[in-house]
Protein backbone atom coordinates (compact mmCIF):
# COMPACT_ATOMS: atom_id res chain seq x y z
CA UNK A 1 0.00 0.00 0.00
CA UNK A 2 2.72 2.50 0.94
CA UNK A 3 4.41 2.01 -2.63
CA UNK A 4 1.50 4.39 -4.04
CA UNK A 5 0.00 6.50 -1.43
CA UNK A 6 -2.79 8.49 -3.04
CA UNK A 7 -5.31 11.20 -2.36
CA UNK A 8 -7.83 8.19 -3.03
CA UNK A 9 -6.09 6.13 -0.27
CA UNK A 10 -6.03 9.01 1.97
CA UNK A 11 -9.87 9.96 1.69
CA UNK A 12 -10.56 6.28 2.18
CA UNK A 13 -8.43 5.93 5.56
CA UNK A 14 -10.58 8.64 6.81
CA UNK A 15 -13.52 7.09 5.99
CA UNK A 16 -12.67 4.58 7.47
CA UNK A 17 -10.73 5.51 11.18
CA UNK A 18 -13.05 8.53 11.39
CA UNK A 19 -16.47 6.17 11.00
CA UNK A 20 -17.69 7.83 14.45
CA UNK A 21 -17.53 11.12 12.74
CA UNK A 22 -20.27 13.47 11.09
CA UNK A 23 -21.04 11.81 7.70
CA UNK A 24 -20.34 15.00 5.82
CA UNK A 25 -16.99 15.46 7.01
CA UNK A 26 -16.39 11.75 5.58
CA UNK A 27 -13.37 11.21 2.79
CA UNK A 28 -13.46 14.86 2.19
CA UNK A 29 -10.48 17.38 2.29
CA UNK A 30 -11.17 20.44 4.54
CA UNK A 31 -12.79 23.11 2.76
CA UNK A 32 -12.59 26.32 5.97
CA UNK A 33 -9.67 27.54 7.51
CA UNK A 34 -8.80 26.10 11.06
CA UNK A 35 -6.40 26.49 14.05
CA UNK A 36 -5.03 24.19 16.92
CA UNK A 37 -5.09 25.58 20.49
CA UNK A 38 -6.24 25.98 23.51
CA UNK A 39 -10.23 26.02 23.69
CA UNK A 40 -11.81 29.18 22.85
CA UNK A 41 -8.64 30.44 21.35
CA UNK A 42 -8.58 32.53 18.30
CA UNK A 43 -6.28 32.02 15.26
CA UNK A 44 -4.34 35.12 16.23
CA UNK A 45 -3.59 32.68 19.52
CA UNK A 46 -3.46 29.61 17.75
CA UNK A 47 -0.39 27.23 18.57
CA UNK A 48 -0.67 26.01 15.01
CA UNK A 49 -2.46 27.30 11.93
CA UNK A 50 -2.33 25.10 9.03
CA UNK A 51 -2.24 26.13 5.41
CA UNK A 52 -5.49 27.36 4.38
CA UNK A 53 -7.82 24.82 2.48
CA UNK A 54 -7.59 26.24 -0.91
CA UNK A 55 -3.73 25.10 -0.64
CA UNK A 56 -4.22 21.91 0.61
CA UNK A 57 -4.76 20.01 -2.23
CA UNK A 58 -1.73 20.69 -4.00
CA UNK A 59 0.14 20.72 -0.62
CA UNK A 60 -1.11 16.88 0.04
CA UNK A 61 -0.27 16.07 -4.13
CA UNK A 62 3.04 17.35 -3.43
CA UNK A 63 3.75 15.24 -0.17
CA UNK A 64 2.28 12.44 -1.45
CA UNK A 65 4.38 12.62 -5.08
CA UNK A 66 7.56 12.54 -3.09
CA UNK A 67 6.69 9.79 -0.98
CA UNK A 68 5.83 7.92 -4.18
CA UNK A 69 9.14 8.64 -6.26
CA UNK A 70 10.95 7.84 -3.18
CA UNK A 71 9.97 4.92 -1.92
CA UNK A 72 11.44 2.21 -4.12
CA UNK A 73 14.93 3.87 -3.05
CA UNK A 74 14.07 4.02 0.41
CA UNK A 75 13.07 0.05 0.76
CA UNK A 76 16.51 -0.06 0.10
CA UNK A 77 18.30 2.36 2.40
CA UNK A 78 19.25 1.60 5.88
CA UNK A 79 17.09 2.09 9.09
CA UNK A 80 17.85 5.66 10.10
CA UNK A 81 17.36 6.93 6.17
CA UNK A 82 13.36 4.83 7.15
CA UNK A 83 13.13 6.53 10.22
CA UNK A 84 13.92 9.90 9.12
CA UNK A 85 11.23 9.55 5.83
CA UNK A 86 9.05 7.88 7.56
CA UNK A 87 8.81 10.70 10.74
CA UNK A 88 9.39 13.39 7.72
CA UNK A 89 5.71 12.26 5.97
CA UNK A 90 3.92 11.85 9.27
CA UNK A 91 4.98 15.08 10.33
CA UNK A 92 4.21 16.76 7.31
CA UNK A 93 0.78 15.46 6.66
CA UNK A 94 -0.25 16.47 10.04
CA UNK A 95 1.12 19.97 9.15
CA UNK A 96 -1.35 20.06 6.17
CA UNK A 97 -4.14 18.57 7.80
CA UNK A 98 -6.05 17.80 5.12
CA UNK A 99 -9.10 16.82 7.23
CA UNK A 100 -11.36 18.88 9.16
CA UNK A 101 -11.25 16.54 12.07
CA UNK A 102 -8.91 12.59 12.45
CA UNK A 103 -6.02 13.85 10.98
CA UNK A 104 -4.30 12.22 13.42
CA UNK A 105 -5.65 9.21 13.47
CA UNK A 106 -4.93 8.75 9.82
CA UNK A 107 -1.60 9.95 10.05
CA UNK A 108 -0.87 7.20 12.81
CA UNK A 109 -2.75 4.21 10.49
CA UNK A 110 -0.47 5.54 7.34
CA UNK A 111 2.33 5.43 9.52
CA UNK A 112 1.78 1.76 10.74
CA UNK A 113 1.09 0.57 7.28
CA UNK A 114 4.48 2.31 5.58
CA UNK A 115 6.18 0.71 9.15
CA UNK A 116 4.85 -2.89 7.61
CA UNK A 117 5.84 -1.92 4.30
CA UNK A 118 9.57 -0.41 4.80
CA UNK A 119 10.29 -1.69 7.82
CA UNK A 120 8.55 -5.37 8.26
CA UNK A 121 7.29 -4.61 11.50
CA UNK A 122 5.20 -2.86 13.78
CA UNK A 123 3.30 -2.48 16.97
CA UNK A 124 0.59 -0.10 16.71
CA UNK A 125 0.26 0.24 20.08
CA UNK A 126 3.26 1.45 20.99
CA UNK A 127 3.18 4.46 19.25
CA UNK A 128 2.86 6.81 22.11
CA UNK A 129 0.62 9.49 21.20
CA UNK A 130 0.43 11.67 24.55
CA UNK A 131 2.75 14.59 25.51
CA UNK A 132 5.49 13.31 23.89
CA UNK A 133 4.33 12.58 20.29
CA UNK A 134 3.10 15.89 20.99
CA UNK A 135 6.46 17.20 21.60
CA UNK A 136 7.82 15.19 18.94
CA UNK A 137 5.62 16.76 16.31
CA UNK A 138 6.56 20.26 17.77
CA UNK A 139 10.14 19.60 17.93
CA UNK A 140 9.90 18.04 14.13
CA UNK A 141 7.95 21.82 13.51
CA UNK A 142 11.70 23.28 13.78
CA UNK A 143 13.28 20.56 11.82
CA UNK A 144 14.27 18.06 14.52
CA UNK A 145 12.93 14.81 14.14
CA UNK A 146 15.33 12.56 16.00
CA UNK A 147 12.41 12.66 18.55
CA UNK A 148 9.72 11.57 16.20
CA UNK A 149 12.20 8.51 14.53
CA UNK A 150 12.54 7.72 18.78
CA UNK A 151 9.04 7.25 19.14
CA UNK A 152 8.65 5.37 15.54
CA UNK A 153 11.67 3.27 16.60
CA UNK A 154 9.96 2.08 20.15
CA UNK A 155 6.97 0.78 18.22
CA UNK A 156 8.97 -1.13 14.90
CA UNK A 157 10.79 -2.71 17.93
CA UNK A 158 8.36 -3.95 19.93
Known sequence: MSASLSRALLLYVHRTVCADMPFGLL??????????GVPDADREHAEFVPPPPEEVPEKLEALLDS????YAELVASGEDE????LARFHHGLLVIHPFMDGNGRVA????????IDILGRVEPGLLDKGT???QALKDADGDDFESLKELIQKAVSG
Do not use: D
Request: one cysteine or more; glycine letters at 4%.
Open 27 to 36: GKLRHLTVWL
Open 108 to 115: RSILMQQC
Open 67 to 70: WNRR
Open 132 to 134: QYY
Open 82 to 85: KLEA
